[in-house]
């Protein structure tokens, strides 16, 4: 009888994986194995054994965590976008019936009525599924800028590890390409312009609450931050509580400026 062991086969004989990673994750067998698979692995590995299950157990279990956030990466992508299709969808609707009712009342107001309520439901029940997932993969984005713009930002870069890569600087005015390209081209041209200092985290209340001489500075810190919380996301996924105290504490000295 052949039994799965985590570095290979054992039939009398054993046949080391050339795959451990592969072997780990098919080490299972029907009931108990008649045999010690430590006593087993010493013969083959030595002293080594420990050593390389330790490695293959990390590398297969990082590899499992990095497959499950890519998934995850990819479903908070699709909710953003299929709310703003709801959003999107909602405000048409909304500006039809407000046609509709300056010409004549009819029962087809009532209709876009229910359409419009029916809407406002779904995007409350993908605020929440963001807010959920949010949570869960991207504890400190969320805890730092709410499920909503750490989702956006998500969005942006197109997944969690390109914003842990990502600099604190294209953080800042990311949300803000366009205004920045067109900045940039009056300034090529020698002309004027006011290059943006925030993109989408200007929508937080620690930069929309200060003055706007002091929104720049503020984003700035914020997007530092929000640097090193999408970095130990990805690699540790705890949430760290001195990040956000940190951010309001800065917050509330230039507020006092």
């Known amino acids: 009888m052949s039994y799965n062991l985590w570095f290979g086969k054992f ?5 080391v994986s050339e795959d451990l990673k592969s072997s780990f994750a098919l080490a ?15 013969k083959v590995f030595g002293k080594d054994y ?20 890519k998934s995850d990466d990819k479903y908070v992508i ?6 703003d299709e709801v959003e999107e969808a ?5 500006e039809k019936k407000d046609d509709l009712e300056d010409v004549r009342y009819t029962e087809i107001q009532e209709d876009f009525a229910e359409s419009i309520s029916n809407l406002e439901s779904l995007r409350k029940r993908i605020e929440d599924e963001i807010e959920s997932v949010m949570e869960r993969i991207a504890p400190n984005l969320t805890d730092l800028v709410g499920a909503k713009i750490g989702a956006r930002l998500l969005e942006k870069f197109g997944s969690l590890e390109n914003l842990a890569k990502a600099p604190a ?4 005015i990311v949300g803000a390409e366009k205004s920045l390209y067109k900045a940039l081209a009056r300034i090529r041209k020698g002309k004027e312009a006011k290059v943006p ?7 937080h209340p620690f930069i929309r609450g ?6 720049g500075k503020m984003a700035r810190f914020l997007a530092s931050k929000l640097s090193i919380a999408a970095r130990i996301d990805l690699f540790r996924g705890e949430l760290e509580e001195g990040l956000y105290e940190a951010v309001r504490k800065r917050f509330e000295e230039l507020r006092r400026l």
């Open 28 to 42: 299972r067998n029907d009931g108990p194995l008649p045999f010690n698979v430590y006593e087993l692995g010493l």
């Open 197 to 203: 200092k925030h993109g989408i985290i200007f929508t």
């Open 78 to 83: 699709a909710l953003v976008k299929a709310l």
């Open 50 to 69: 420990y050593r390389l299950l330790r490695k293959t157990a990390i590398e297969f279990a990082e590899e499992k965590v990095e497959k499950e956030l």
């Open 210 to 215: 200060l003055p706007k001489n002091r929104r």
């Open 11 to 15: 039939d009398g004989v054993v046949v």
């Open 169 to 172: 600087s294209k953080i800042q």
């Open 90 to 94: 909602m405000n048409a609707l909304k």
